[in-house]
C-alpha cells in the first residue's frame, strides 16, 4: 500500500466529476486500499478518489475511532433522503478549516463495494453526512462550494497563503 497525495483546496482538479467505475480489476482494489491508508494517516473520516486525483466514483469512510469499519463505495447514489442537519464539517483537502453546513438525516445509498457487488445502507447522523460530503468530491463538490460566497473567499485566500508558506519551506 501506498500513501496518495491529497489535492488542496482551491486545486482546480477538485473541481473534476469522476466517471463511473465499470470494471473491478486488483488496480481499483490497489486504489481502494491506498485510499483507505491515506486517509487513516491524515487523519481523516472519508476519501473520495477526486481527492487524490482519481477521477472514479470511489469513497472510503471510517468513522469510528479504532478504525474497525472501512465502507467502500463504489458508484455510490443517493436513493432517498429525508430531514436535514446541520453540523460542523472539515475537509482533508481544506485543511484546518471548519464550517456548518446543511445536509439530509437520513440518506439511503445504493453502491457496489471494491469487488462489484452491489449493495444498499441507510445511513444517519455522522455516516449520513461523511457519505454526502465524499459524494459531494465525485460532482467536483468541496464543503465550502455550501457556504457564502464571502466564506469561499475568506477560505480561498488563506489557504493560497497557506500554499505559499509551504513552498517558501
Not at 88 to 110: F, M, Q, T, W
Request: net charge negative.
Amino acid at each position: 500500500m501506498a500513501l496518495l497525495p491529497i489535492l488542496e483546496y482551491p486545486d482546480a482538479r477538485l473541481k473534476r466529476i469522476a466517471a463511473p467505475v465499470t470494471e473491478f480489476t486488483p488496480a481499483l482494489r490497489k486504489l481502494v486500499d491506498d485510499m483507505a491508508e491515506t486517509m487513516y494517516e491524515a487523519p481523516g473520516i472519508g476519501l473520495a478518489a477526486t481527492q487524490v486525483d482519481v477521477h472514479k466514483r470511489v469513497i472510503v469512510i471510517d468513522i469510528t475511532k479504532d478504525k474497525s469499519d472501512l465502507k467502500v463505495f463504489v458508484n455510490p447514489e443517493i436513493v432517498e433522503a429525508d430531514g436535514e442537519i446541520v453540523g460542523e464539517e472539515g475537509c482533508l483537502s481544506v485543511p484546518e478549516y471548519y464550517d456548518n453546513v446543511r445536509r439530509a438525516a437520513h440518506i439511503k445509498v445504493r453502491a457496489q463495494n471494491a469487488e462489484g457487488t452491489p449493495f444498499e445502507l441507510e445511513a444517519t447522523e455522522l455516516l449520513a453526512v461523511c457519505i454526502q460530503h465524499e459524494m459531494d468530491h465525485l460532482k467536483g463538490v468541496v464543503f465550502v462550494d455550501h457556504l457564502s460566497q464571502l466564506k469561499q473567499m475568506r477560505v480561498k485566500t488563506k489557504m493560497v497563503k497557506r500554499h505559499r508558506e509551504q513552498a517558501r519551506r
